[in-house]
């Protein structure tokens, strides 16, 4: 019983953990706010 | 039941790898700390799930991952150098055969260490490590906590979901895991962003943090109490008020006395002397044999050359115990083949002088960073570095934490922390490389988009 609810406790975190992470842009290319805001300048410079 | 929520879980995390091949690699952590192939009964038990997912990990970052972020660091190639070094000393073993089935396993940890910090290169994907390692361990951890609450446990008695002395499933071990993992858990829940801080992420850390701290009494590991002992002391460059905090702590402690299991209190008074003690005194015993072993053998003797090992041990006299009368008076026995019990030892035994070098290289060099990345960040005002120096920091706690441990328990190669280690290279690797990409900035944008001359900065640290 205690094992059952260790298992499903921490197994349902990590489950929408990892669902929160397939939506998360950040996890695979990473953009400060500093880089966010010199390419807002470069395309305001372009524009 | 328990095998189809394990089998549709391990299933559900493969499948949403090949969205986002990262995720392999978390799958492969999950893997290597839960061993659910164990805990199922005959679903996934014969599937060599390990493997598959090891594989799939690496060949997602071949395949998919973007290279251009990857550092490779100092430490890997030490970790390199371990590699090799192991290799040839298994070669060389006095015992091939045993050598050879622990080296089956030590490779694999030593060669995912070296890889992991190659996929850290985002902010992200450390948390989501984090959180990975601390669910992972936490599952053990809280399965044991509540046992230990309902009266369960005893050394070598408390059963941590799976009956077998595999991995993190062992007391000693979990004991030492259980406490090192507690200041990663303190920093998650102030940083984490999978769940943000809120009072159900709180009140989860808090829990998780206490059934750690009952890991210990659970399984009447001495190490534990050491462990906790060493936390208790770490915490004291955290806190603002530390002579609140010590009183608190004290009290607690004296408080927590008269609920402690009787055979808890008696395990750990034999602390105090270990001539007394049979586990102790062999133990000592052992590491003069090591001594004595590296100075004819000064390139080890390969994995598990504690098998030759024969000890004779002088224990002291105890007060008199009407159940065990025989043992008040001075007694001396010999035994043979008992393991190191001490990581030092394991890696001057097997390994040699090169050997514990190279691992004491390894562990020192990543105490030093931690400290020089907390230092460099604890005063950093920008937002998005406000996590650096907190996880520089419980690293570094549970690191020590785990060499503290380590000098109780044979942990020289044990996996779960090579994967915090690949976690302080993963973060040292991408602070270095942020800094270096923020010395990078264009100072002068000519008019019509081109961007002419550069002048390049030198790279800034923190707050500058």
Do not use: C, E, T
């Given at each position: 019983m205690v094992d059952h609810f260790a298992i499903i406790l921490t197994h349902g975190l990590m489950a929408l953990g990892l669902l929160r992470l397939l939506y998360r842009d950040d996890l695979d290319h990473e953009v400060s706010p500093r880089q966010r805001w010199q390419q807002h300048q470069d395309d305001n410079a372009d524009a | 039941m328990r095998d189809l929520y394990l089998v549709a879980f391990l299933l559900a995390f493969i499948g949403i790898g090949f969205r986002k091949p990262f995720l392999f690699v978390l799958c492969f952590c999950y893997i290597d700390i839960v061993a659910p192939q164990k805990l199922?009964?005959?679903?996934?038990?014969?599937?060599?799930v390990s493997q598959i997912l090891f594989l799939l990990a690496i060949a997602g970052w071949f395949a998919?991952?973007?290279?251009?972020?990857s550092r490779f660091s100092g430490r890997q190639f030490i970790l390199l150098l371990l590699l090799g070094y192991c290799g040839l000393t298994t070669m060389q073993a006095d015992f091939p055969i045993q050598a050879q089935e622990k080296w089956s396993w030590v490779w694999k940890a030593l060669i995912w260490a070296i890889f992991l910090p190659l996929v850290l290169r985002t902010k992200l994907r450390m948390e989501a490590l984090v959180l990975i390692l601390l669910l992972s361990a936490g599952s053990i951890a809280i399965s044991g906590g509540i046992k230990t609450l309902a009266g369960g446990g005893g050394y070598g008695s408390l059963q941590l979901l799976l009956d077998e002395n595999y991995g993190l499933y062992e007391g000693s071990i979990m004991s030492t895991v259980a406490i090192a993992i507690i200041p990663l858990v303190l920093w998650y829940r102030k940083h984490g962003t999978i769940f943000p801080p809120e009072w159900r992420v709180t009140l989860f850390c808090f829990a998780l943090v206490f059934a750690c701290l009952l890991i210990p009494i659970g399984t009447q590991a001495r190490t534990g109490l050491v462990c906790i002992a060493v936390l208790a002391l770490l915490m004291l460059r955290e806190v603002k008020h530390r002579m609140l905090y010590l009183a608190a702590a004290g009290m607690l402690a004296v408080a927590s006395i008269p609920f402690l299991p009787q055979e808890f209190t008696e395990r750990m008074s034999t602390i105090r002397d270990h001539r007394s003690d049979e586990s102790a005194s062999t133990r000592v015993a052992v590491w003069k044999w090591t001594w004595e072993f590296a100075k004819d053998n000064p390139f080890g003797?390969?994995?598990?050359?504690?098998?030759q090992n024969e000890v004779r041990v002088e224990m002291s006299a105890t007060k008199f115990d009407p159940d065990r009368p025989d043992q008040t008076a001075p007694t001396t026995y010999t035994d043979n083949?008992?393991?190191?019990?001490n990581s030092y030892f394991e890696m001057l035994g097997e390994q040699g002088y090169p050997g514990l070098a190279l691992w004491l290289l390894l562990h020192i060099s990543g105490l030093v960073q931690m400290e020089r990345l907390y230092r460099r960040y604890i005063k950093t005002r920008r937002a998005e570095e406000q996590w650096i120096a907190p996880l520089a920091r419980s690293l570094q706690h549970g690191h020590i934490i785990y060499l503290v441990g380590s000098m109780f328990v044979?942990?020289?190669?044990?996996p779960f922390i090579y994967m915090m280690l690949a976690l302080q290279i993963g973060l040292g690797t991408y602070v270095r490389r942020r800094e270096r990409e923020a010395g990078w900035r264009p100072l002068i944008a000519q008019p019509g988009g081109s961007h002419g001359a550069f002048a390049q900065r030198p790279a800034q640290g923190a707050g500058a």
């Open positions: - | 199922s009964y005959f679903l996934i038990n014969q599937i060599p998919v991952d973007n290279k251009v972020d003797g390969g994995f598990d050359s504690y098998r083949a008992r393991a190191f019990h044979g942990i020289a190669f044990q």
